[in-house]
């Protein structure tokens, strides 16, 4: 693993394990990670016999009692082999003893059993981490657009790291609508402001870009990362499902997820898509500079966001790309809400200074230029009234208008599909 990786593995394997979930990553023959997953767990959809099947196969797997939304079990593998057995071997050996052939649900695609993978916000590091804006920047860019005519109501949720403590629309007027659970600062360090921890201060930067493009609509923002920016899939769709019911947004911007085993879709991803076929969900490529799809936005039915860089002509260095990216949008040297506070760095070169932010922030990533698009389908949708779908169908249509050559389709800030 590379010094980058291996900071932020180890930051969100601390804060998992806080809360008792174990999680470890598999590695490519390479030493590259290539995917996270909690420790002695297979996840397997009920349907059928299959639960039946993978008992028979690997003797001494059980069921346990965690979150799996949907027709999903969990399983445990611990007493597989006296424990010795990782995930990745457990499924090598269950691939084995069914077959090939035989692994994947009914000609779906599917997998017999998957890890329970880690999703985290667009990968297990960001594509950088917050800065400071210039001297210059003392409001957000790329500006706010100007208010859609036609006032239709549209209803957006954030799904992230939820919105900063004590946030005042006040002090940020283009977020006037954003309403949020609490994103909290860390503890008081000695002669200094409060630490901003992790990911703290990611879901506020997320809203204030959509609100940036739909200064009309109303945002929710939930916390559902707060274990350093990374969750289960199951947790992060149980998660939904909560949202789904609570605000029964028209959108939904997840600016998160996950590589996958096999490169297969991700199972809770699917129970979700079956129980929500209507909701629009825009989610980032991933912030890795490679073509490998990134769940959930490489389903055909997400609005897959990879990043421009600030010369909107350029895929941005960080940018994931390839067949699953439906657009590209902006993704680099945003600037908007964040909280105040005092931010230790992670990653080197920078790790362990300090920086003191006071409100805004500039920043990078696939999980910036995800809710730019989200956004955009948000103000269509209150200037024609028309569907979250039709108005997701609408901004692609516009982008393939726009397609740059030797990358593929474009938006814009404040573009009006």
Not at 183 to 199: A, F, H, K, N, Q
Not at 209 to 222: D, G
């Amino acid at each position: 693993m590379d010094a980058v990786f291996e900071a932020q593995f180890r930051m969100i394997r601390q804060a998992c394990a806080r809360e008792g979930k174990h999680i470890d990553v598999a590695l490519r023959p390479g030493g590259e990670a290539a995917y996270a997953y909690q420790a002695e767990r297979l996840l397997v959809l009920d349907r059928g016999d299959n639960v039946a099947r993978i008992r028979r196969h690997l003797p001494g797997v059980y069921p346990v009692d965690e979150t799996a939304p949907g027709d999903l079990v969990v399983l445990a593998t611990d007493r597989l082999d006296d424990g010795r057995l990782t995930v990745p071997e457990a499924l090598e050996t269950l691939r084995r003893e069914v077959g090939a052939e035989r692994f994947a649900l009914d000609g779906s695609g599917l997998p017999l059993a998957s890890p329970v993978h880690v999703l985290h916000l667009s990968r297990l590091c960001m594509a950088t981490e917050p800065e400071t804006p210039n001297g210059a920047e003392s409001a957000p860019w790329p500006p706010p657009c100007s208010p859609p005519e036609g006032g239709h109501e549209v209803r957006v949720a954030v799904v992230d790291s939820g919105l900063m403590e004590n946030f005042d629309e006040a002090d940020y007027p283009w977020m006037t609508g954003v309403t949020g659970e609490p994103d909290p600062l860390g503890p008081v360090s000695p002669g200094t402001e409060r630490l901003i921890e992790g990911y703290t201060g990611h879901g506020t930067f997320v809203a204030g870009v959509v609100k940036c493009m739909a200064p009309s609509a109303t945002v929710a923002v939930s916390n559902v990362f707060a274990n350093s920016g990374a969750e289960l899939e199951t947790e992060v769709v149980a998660a939904l499902d909560r949202v789904v019911a609570a605000h029964d947004p028209h959108i939904v911007n997840l600016s998160a997820g996950t590589y996958t085993q096999g490169k297969v879709p991700s199972l809770a991803f699917e129970t979700f898509h079956a129980q929500h076929p209507g909701v629009v969900m825009v989610a980032p490529a991933g912030n890795d500079a490679t073509s490998a799809p990134f769940y959930p936005a490489a389903y055909d039915w997400v609005v897959s966001v990879g990043a421009l860089g600030a010369d909107r002509r350029h895929r941005a260095w960080f940018s994931n790309y390839g067949d699953t990216v439906d657009v590209y949008a902006l993704g680099e040297a945003h600037v908007n809400a964040y909280t105040s506070g005092t931010y230790v760095y992670n990653e080197p070169p920078k790790a362990s200074a300090r920086q003191d932010f006071t409100g805004l922030a500039r920043w990078s990533g696939t999980s910036f230029s995800a809710p730019l698009v989200a956004g955009l389908i948000a103000s269509r949708m209150a200037r024609t009234g028309e569907s979250a779908q039709a108005a997701a169908d609408a901004v692609r249509d516009t982008a393939a208008m726009q397609a740059i050559p030797g990358i593929g389709p474009a938006l814009h800030p404040c573009d009006e599909p």
